[in-house]
């Protein structure tokens, strides 16, 4: 089965604070993902990436940043946490793309900002 | 999480019974269709899925229909068991394996 990894299941910074959010993967899967998920809102695409070091953005990625270094792990950066940005953060990944496969989620992690 | 369903539509149904959820779509050029059960706590765990060149997929205990012309789509779960109870998703895709729209979800609550 695939394995998605996060490296939180809950986490509490500060206003301000550089916040790190960790997502590994053990199906070499080309695609990775981090999505946000909010009351009545759904799941919602911050970034993406298809590739070692490329990244694209998704629907909100204002205040987030990523990294991909190596193919199996997919960081999310809050660069400066703010209080809107609490939520639960789920990571996927899935398999090349034009593939039509599903992604596969981690367990989320629910971060709070204080 | 704890508090996705929070503003959810609810399904109750009877342990054994079959449930429906369904879900409308938006865009008429998704190809590529899946289903998620979510439990408290958990995060999306893949259920089924369905391309659009068919309109019906059966899994064990779960079947998928895709109506196209109305852009709907629904998931069946035969003899409803209290592991069931969860929140539902669907999600509609593009040809390109990335650009995932999710719904909102709807949850299932099993009456014993």
């Known amino acids: 089965d695939v394995k998605v990894t996060q490296s939180s299941r809950y986490l509490v910074k500060r206003t301000g604070e550089k916040v790190f959010l960790e997502c590994v993967q053990d199906m070499d899967h080309e695609n990775m993902f981090w999505y946000r998920q909010d009351p009545g809102l759904g799941l919602r695409l911050i970034y993406f990436?298809?590739?070692?070091?490329?990244?694209e953005k998704g629907d909100i990625p204002e205040g987030y940043s990523v990294s991909r270094e190596k193919k199996e792990r997919f960081s999310l950066i809050l660069e400066s946490a703010s209080t809107n940005q609490t939520s639960m953060y789920l990571c996927a990944s899935s398999w090349e793309l034009y593939s039509n496969q599903p992604q596969h989620f981690g367990d989320g992690t629910r971060l709070s900002i204080l | 999480g704890e508090s996705v369903g929070l503003h959810l539509p609810t399904l109750s149904v009877q342990e054994g019974d079959n449930s429906i959820i369904n879900c409308a779509y938006s865009?008429?050029?998704?190809?590529?269709f899946i289903w998620y059960k979510q439990e408290s706590g958990k995060g999306p765990q893949f259920i089924i899925d369905?391309?659009?060149?068919?309109d019906k997929r059966q899994g064990q205990r779960v079947t998928v229909l895709l109506n196209k012309t109305v852009k709907h789509l629904s998931l069946q779960i035969a003899a409803t068991q209290p592991g069931d109870s969860a929140v539902y998703f669907c999600a509609e895709g593009d040809n390109y394996g990335q650009n995932f729209v999710f719904g909102p979800g709807t949850r299932l609550s099993v009456l014993p």
């Open positions: 369905i391309r659009s060149n068919m």
């Open positions: 865009n008429s050029a998704s190809d590529y």
């Open positions: 990436s298809y590739d070692v070091k490329m990244k």
